[in-house]
């Protein structure tokens, strides 16, 4: 079958296919393209995979919160609901950055100690 990408490879089956997530690395069976190298992840270990990292806890669901900012002084302050805090494990003494995406995103990350 020739690869979708390129138009120009074929694809070979392959069993090293190494997929990353949260710093732990998996390998899957799938297809590799002969020419340019993209990799096509057969559909039941892509299943297997994400079942494995979801009973470790690393793959969750989507989350999209909405919450109303408040002001406080002449801040403004953003609430962590106490489910949330919970699941990342936050005593709420941590220290955070924050980053500007663009005009509308603001990524919140907690940093390591």
Do not use: Y
Request: with cysteine; hydrophobic share 35%.
């Amino acid at each position: 079958m020739k690869c979708p990408v390129c138009g120009k490879g074929e694809l070979q089956a392959v069993d090293d296919i190494l997929s990353e997530i949260e710093g732990l690395a998996f390998v899957e069976r799938g297809h590799r393209c002969s020419v340019c190298g993209e990799e096509f992840i057969d559909e039941a270990d892509s299943n297997r995979t994400i079942k494995v990292a979801r009973r470790l806890g690393i793959w969750g669901e989507p989350l999209r919160l909405r919450r109303k900012l408040s002001q406080s002084g002449r801040g403004i302050v953003l609430r962590i609901p106490e489910d949330l805090r919970q699941s990342m494990g936050l005593k709420g003494t941590e220290s955070v950055a924050l980053s500007k995406i663009g005009s509308k995103k603001i990524l919140v990350e907690v940093e390591a100690k």
